[in-house]
């Protein structure tokens, strides 16, 4: 089952290790992860999408909470949130499948970002669902690379 937490933390070296080594710890697989600082730079937010056991999140996420750096730790689960990935994908392109691409691209609402002679390059902001059903759909056409941003996410309306 996949589960995303959501953590603001000093922004200081070590973080990510530690965090990794406790979710290693209690035998969960992180899916994604990603960092980066907030509106204040000492602070950066850690939002990390994961695979684990029904049984593991409670303890690890306490554990996670009581390390020194961590200023607030929360479980997206229990809310409705916002999420989204950011995709480059680079595609192989013929003459004669460039106009059935472009349609792709417009259904899915992705950007080109870069054309080459046999290849194009996309750009999709979208939810984790979106990304997986566009490269779906890519594949037949022949994927050359993916570069993913991994699930970002916030609690929908006025809570912080």
């Not at 200081?12 to 990510?16: A, D, I, R, T």
């Not at 570069?147 to 309306?157: D, M, P």
């Given at each position: 089952m996949r589960h995303t937490i959501s953590a603001l933390v000093g922004n200081?070296?070590?973080?990510?290790a530690a965090f990794a080594a406790i979710l290693q710890r209690h035998g969960i697989n992180i899916a994604s992860i990603a960092a980066a600082e907030t509106e204040r730079a000492e602070v950066s937010r850690l939002v990390i999408s994961m695979e684990f056991n029904e049984d593991t999140v409670p303890a690890a996420t306490q554990e996670l909470a009581a390390l020194p750096?961590?200023?607030a730790i929360e479980d997206l689960a229990a809310h409705e949130l916002i999420d989204r990935e950011l995709l480059l994908v680079k595609v192989r392109v013929m003459?004669?499948?460039v106009s059935q691409l472009l349609q792709i691209m417009e259904v899915f609402r992705a950007n080109v970002v870069d054309m080459g002679n046999s290849t194009m390059t996309a750009e999709l902001v979208a939810t984790p669902g979106k990304v997986a059903g566009f490269l779906r759909t890519l594949l037949p056409h022949g994927i050359v690379a993916v570069?993913?941003?991994?699930?970002?996410?916030?609690?929908?309306?006025d809570d912080f």
């Open positions: 200081q070296p070590g973080v990510l750096f961590v200023l003459k004669d499948t570069s993913r941003t991994g699930v970002i996410a916030l609690k929908r309306g």
